[in-house]
């Protein structure tokens, strides 16, 4: 008799789980945040293409914004805007491909600037290029804000699994002609109007 007790209850749980899943409804798919990038006053910009990497292997619903911004001091800012679709696969953080371009990432450091948090890096070139400055945050509709990958992936995991909805996440990157703070700060402050 307690050789047939596991198997029965597993038998149980298995028919719970299956019953339930069966019945869930489809999730509720947010709209997507209102970001587009645009000029801003002071700087000379124009768009970007989006690489053939980041059309192939993005999800199709991924949407991508990128532009080229310069100073008259000769600095430069490229921004790109990613607004994920329905799959995580949209969004990564930015450490996973950074490396592979050959920069050596040093002084990772948050901050917070104008009520939102960016992740500063400075990344070295070595020998052959120059150093930049790199920095990177993530919102969503519902006007979450974090620099943290680590609190975005919780986010969207309790709202996937125990909220039945998927958010859809947004995520700028800025990569600097300046690595210094103060430099970086005072772009990214700018670029805030672009941001809900």
């Known amino acids: 008799m307690k050789t047939l007790v596991v198997p029965v209850l597993t038998a ?4 719970v789980v299956m019953s339930f899943q069966a019945v869930t409804p489809a999730p509720l798919i947010c709209e997507a945040p209102a970001a587009a990038l645009g000029e801003i006053p002071g700087f000379s ?18 949407r991508v914004d990128k532009r080229l911004y310069k100073a008259p001091s000769g600095h430069w800012y490229q921004v790109s805007l990613v607004i994920g679709g329905t ?10 491909c950074l490396p592979a371009q050959g920069f050596l ?13 960016w992740r500063l ?15 990177y945050t993530f919102f969503n509709q519902d006007g979450a804000k974090t620099a943290s990958h680590t609190a975005r992936i919780f ?3 309790w709202d996937r699994s125990i909220l039945n ?10 990569c600097s002609s300046r690595f210094d703070d103060h430099g970086i700060a005072e772009f990214l402050d700018r670029l805030r109007e672009f941001l809900p």
């Open 12 to 15: 149980v749980v298995v028919t």
């Open 121 to 135: 890096i400075t990344l070295d070139g070595g020998l052959e290029r120059p150093s930049l400055g790199f920095a």
């Open 155 to 157: 986010r969207d995991v």
């Open 87 to 96: 799959s995580k696969s949209s969004i990564h953080r930015p450490e996973l």
């Open 105 to 117: 990432m040093t002084s990772p450091r948050t901050v917070e600037l104008s009520g939102r948090q």
């Open 165 to 174: 909805r998927i958010d859809r996440w947004a995520m700028v990157t800025v």
């Open 45 to 62: 910009s124009e768009p970007l293409e989006v690489s053939e990497a980041e059309r192939t292997i993005l999800p199709s619903d991924t």
